[in-house]
């Protein structure tokens, strides 16, 4: 059977991850039938994975790009077309099995959309469901969507939670960053050159910040207890450097069952792409010799804040989180243009929030609402922004 398939974000390294898979799923026989590609102003890149994947439809997210997209894509079949709306519809197509891999609240509307469709959600667009709550649960829900998420946490706990009744406790795990073991002063000093140096992990520019920050690991917390229907009081963090025990399930009886694997974003893509089976997949293979020993060790919150935010805003609930997520890609931006500093990320997340408690925003029941919140949240976050200059 054909299987028909959409990538959201088709250029960034999840999508670049996913058409990898997706080649090698077609190299073992799988009939796949790749219907909508993405991007945000990559044309190039956009047009490459068009021609490597034969898609037939392809956007680009910048309206002033279309024509150069139509000569990049010259001499293919593949339907060329431009602008956010263009992206929504494109996610609207038709699809056994979507990945929503659009960085950041950008991602909030194509995956919805998707959502509506039916169908399968590959999902790494962890904003959708920081942003949207329990209102993407529910929407999903409606339209008999199955969520699978592909971040390698969730799809972690994705893997291991066997007995959902029996959970006593699921820890997600980080690598710490960059900066895991600097000295308080010294990643205070830091400029965003040296927050993009993952140790393990070769992800976007964002992404590596919000990882330098532990403010992804907060938001993953915030997914993790949507996805899985936990609370707070449900969810741990550990920072584990090695990224190779990706999360961590206890039941009610003491056991506690674990997902390991290389850091590559790849197996949780086919995990996936190949559910409720498995696709034979060439990485390289998880060697726990070479490895020598796995490390634990609880995160510090004195000098990682924005992860106790991100912790207070699941807690609190409500709009919370939205404002979390506009407030952090607000600043995030700031600190990759060297408007900010390192800790004035979190700075400007916590008043943003402040603001917010005394707004006393309902939860999202809307796309509408969603969108507000978000303008509202990165309104003000700009507003702090022009304060720490």
């Not at 994705?158 to 009744?165: G, I, K, R």
């Not at 992800?203 to 992804?216: E, Y």
């Not at 190949?274 to 060439?282: D, E, K, V």
Request: hydrophobic letters at 45%.
């Amino acid at each position: 059977m054909i299987r028909r398939i959409s990538i959201l974000g088709a250029t960034g390294s999840v999508g670049g991850s996913t058409i990898d898979v997706i080649a090698q799923a077609r190299a073992a026989g799988a009939e796949i039938d790749v219907v909508s590609l993405t991007a945000n102003t990559d044309v190039e890149g956009l047009a490459r994975a068009a021609r490597a994947t034969r898609c037939r439809h392809a956007v680009i997210a910048d309206p002033g790009r279309l024509g150069d997209l139509r000569d990049a894509l010259s001499g293919t079949r593949c339907e060329a077309a431009a602008g956010p709306q263009a992206v929504v519809e494109a996610a609207a197509r038709e699809a056994d099995w979507t990945m929503s891999a659009i960085v950041g609240a950008a991602g909030v509307a194509p995956t919805l959309a998707a959502v509506r469709r039916g169908g399968t959600l590959a999902l790494a667009n962890k904003e959708s469901l920081v942003c949207g709550g329990t209102f993407m649960i529910d929407e999903a829900r409606r339209a008999g969507t199955t969520i699978l998420p592909v971040d390698s946490e969730h799809n972690a706990v994705f893997q291991v939670l066997t007995h959902p009744a029996h959970v006593a406790r699921v820890t997600l795990t980080a690598s710490g960053g960059p900066f895991r073991t600097w000295e308080h002063q010294r990643i205070a000093a830091a400029p965003a050159s040296e927050a993009l140096r993952h140790p393990t992990w070769t992800m976007g520019r964002k992404i590596t910040i919000d990882s330098a920050t532990l403010m992804n690991k907060g938001l993953e917390l915030i997914e993790a207890a949507l996805l899985f229907s936990l609370s707070d009081a449900d969810l741990d963090v550990v920072v584990h450097p090695q990224s190779i025990v990706h999360a961590l399930v206890t039941y009610c009886d003491g056991a506690t069952l674990a997902q390991l694997s290389a850091p590559d974003m790849r197996i949780p893509i086919a995990s996936a792409l190949a559910h409720p089976g498995r696709i034979a997949l060439q990485t390289s293979p998880l060697d726990l010799v070479s490895a020598g020993s796995l490390t634990f060790e609880a995160p510090d919150l004195k000098r990682f804040p924005a992860l106790g935010l991100a912790r207070a805003s699941l807690r609190e609930g409500g709009a919370l989180p939205a404002v979390l997520n506009a407030a952090n890609e607000v600043a995030v931006e700031a600190y990759l243009d060297d408007r900010i500093g390192f800790y004035d990320l979190s700075a400007l997340c916590e008043a943003t929030l402040e603001a917010a408690s005394r707004a006393s925003f309902a939860p999202p029941r809307c796309v509408e609402d969603m969108l507000e919140i978000d303008r509202w949240a990165r309104a003000h976050a700009v507003g702090y922004e022009k304060e720490l200059h």
